[in-house]
């Protein structure tokens, strides 16, 4: 691509000394899982975040997976959660054997809708996940009635938003206990797959130690039964250099997303991105919806610009959750997003020229579209 949709190798090129000076003193010491680089990552990022616990865990799918089962969720507990996300928070509900509850998202920002949610509560409920998507923080102040009035907790999806605010609080810090991914092209990305759950309990930041660590507290003593997910002393140390940078990338994106708002706002066909009222937004990634936009993506792929889709299937009409029983239909804004998104490249050290690039090539296929001629 001559444009990618991320850059992770100029990322790391920022950071390339301090990981190569960390990664040593690890070798060094042989303190490969747990240790003082895993101590330091979770203590600085619980900071960041502005609560008491973080607990690393291999990936943002366990992380989810693990906040749910920390605050009580058991197999046939109904966990609401959004219809457009990715297929890992629904993914990690069923893991539980659990059920997920989706509900549709409001036609706007494409998060989930608290109207929605009321009307998916039942005697079952036991948890809502509102997914904070695209770098934008869900309104969880008009969850946290709805969880209360059902006794229901609320476990936020933060992996696609580290450092954004909703109403000046971090998210990850909104509700009972947050997961995230540090999936490389998170905006904070470690070097293969990790993740954290954060919370303010000191009894959900227990449990959730001894789920990823085989259900344990002291070693060969074993709880409950648990499983084999922690944060590696490595990714740890790449996460604690490129945290140092986060608020200053972030600055970068909204920065570049500015940019896109400038010199797409004449494109009469283009659906720019709207931030919600409260939020202060990271730009994970920069949606537009365009008509035809599979024919779009195709023309701008072959101009080198990595456009992509977050996300072209809803969860319900993926195969893994046809037992749901949902149906075509059955959540007409998600599934009318999903035919209509395209992300186009933003990143940290994306340059201004190579956004105009990107809008001159998406001018261009926009243009022949309109131009072709209709078939019978």
Same mark, same amino acid.
């Given at each position: 691509m001559k444009i990618p949709l991320v850059d992770l190798v100029a990322q790391n090129g920022d950071v390339?000394?301090?990981?190569?000076?960390?990664?040593?003193?690890? @070798?060094?010491?042989? =303190? %490969?899982?747990?240790?003082?680089?895993?101590? *330091? %990552?979770?203590?600085?990022?619980?900071? %960041?975040?502005?609560?008491? /616990?973080?607990?690393?865990?291999?990936?943002?799918?366990?992380?989810?997976?693990?906040?749910?089962?920390?605050?009580?969720?058991?197999?046939?507990? *109904?966990?609401? &959660?959004?219809?457009?996300? %990715?297929?890992?928070?629904?993914?990690?509900?069923?893991?539980?054997?659990?059920?997920? !509850? #989706? !509900?549709?998202v409001d036609p706007v920002h494409s998060l989930i809708?608290?109207?929605?949610?009321?009307?998916?509560?039942? =005697?079952?409920?036991?948890?809502?996940?509102p997914v904070h998507l695209y770098g934008q923080t869900a309104p969880v102040e008009a969850l946290l009635p709805i969880a209360e009035s059902c006794g229901a907790v609320i476990v936020e999806d933060a992996a696609q938003s580290q450092g954004s605010l909703r109403f000046g609080r971090q998210s990850g810090s909104l509700g009972t206990v947050a997961a995230t991914s540090f999936y490389p092209g998170k905006n904070l990305g470690a070097a293969g797959d990790a993740g954290a759950v954060l919370t303010n309990d000191p009894a959900i930041a227990q449990r959730t130690r001894m789920l990823g660590g085989h259900g344990s507290r002291v070693k060969y003593i074993h709880d409950i039964v648990g499983f084999n997910s922690r944060l590696d002393a490595l990714q740890a140390v790449v996460l604690s250099a490129? &945290?140092?940078?986060?608020?200053?990338?972030?600055?970068?994106?909204?920065?570049?997303?500015? #940019?896109?708002?400038?010199? &797409?706002?004449?494109?009469?066909?283009?659906? #720019?991105?709207?931030?919600?009222?409260?939020?202060?937004?990271?730009? /994970?990634?920069? !949606?537009?919806?365009?008509?035809?936009?599979?024919?779009? @993506?195709?023309? &701008?792929?072959?101009?080198?610009?990595?456009?992509?889709? /977050?996300?072209?299937?809803?969860? /319900? @009409?993926?195969g893994a959750f046809s037992h749901l029983s949902y149906g075509p239909g059955s959540f007409p804004v998600a599934e009318q997003a999903a035919g209509e998104i395209l992300s186009l490249p933003l990143y940290p050290h994306i340059a201004a020229a190579d956004q105009h690039l990107v809008a001159d090539r998406l001018r261009a296929a926009l243009a022949t579209m309109e131009a072709a001629p209709l078939t019978a």
């Amino acid at each position: 691509m001559k444009i990618p949709l991320v850059d992770l190798v100029a990322q790391n090129g920022d950071v390339a000394d301090e990981i190569r000076a960390g990664w040593e003193d690890v @070798l060094a010491t042989g =303190s %490969f899982i747990g240790g003082p680089a895993v101590e *330091e %990552f979770e203590a600085s990022y619980a900071r %960041f975040i502005g609560v008491d /616990h973080c607990i690393g865990v291999a990936n943002g799918t366990d992380a989810i997976e693990m906040a749910l089962r920390a605050v009580g969720v058991e197999s046939q507990s *109904e966990v609401i &959660l959004p219809a457009n996300s %990715f297929v890992a928070t629904a993914e990690a509900v069923a893991r539980i054997g659990a059920v997920p !509850v #989706l !509900v549709d998202v409001d036609p706007v920002h494409s998060l989930i809708d608290p109207e929605k949610v009321a009307a998916a509560i039942t =005697s079952s409920t036991r948890a809502i996940v509102p997914v904070h998507l695209y770098g934008q923080t869900a309104p969880v102040e008009a969850l946290l009635p709805i969880a209360e009035s059902c006794g229901a907790v609320i476990v936020e999806d933060a992996a696609q938003s580290q450092g954004s605010l909703r109403f000046g609080r971090q998210s990850g810090s909104l509700g009972t206990v947050a997961a995230t991914s540090f999936y490389p092209g998170k905006n904070l990305g470690a070097a293969g797959d990790a993740g954290a759950v954060l919370t303010n309990d000191p009894a959900i930041a227990q449990r959730t130690r001894m789920l990823g660590g085989h259900g344990s507290r002291v070693k060969y003593i074993h709880d409950i039964v648990g499983f084999n997910s922690r944060l590696d002393a490595l990714q740890a140390v790449v996460l604690s250099a490129k &945290l140092r940078r986060l608020t200053e990338w972030n600055r970068r994106r909204r920065d570049a997303a500015a #940019l896109y708002h400038q010199i &797409l706002q004449d494109f009469p066909t283009v659906s #720019l991105p709207v931030v919600m009222d409260g939020n202060d937004d990271v730009w /994970h990634l920069y !949606v537009v919806r365009v008509p035809e936009r599979d024919t779009v @993506l195709a023309a &701008l792929q072959r101009e080198g610009i990595g456009a992509a889709i /977050h996300y072209p299937v809803p969860i /319900h @009409l993926t195969g893994a959750f046809s037992h749901l029983s949902y149906g075509p239909g059955s959540f007409p804004v998600a599934e009318q997003a999903a035919g209509e998104i395209l992300s186009l490249p933003l990143y940290p050290h994306i340059a201004a020229a190579d956004q105009h690039l990107v809008a001159d090539r998406l001018r261009a296929a926009l243009a022949t579209m309109e131009a072709a001629p209709l078939t019978a």
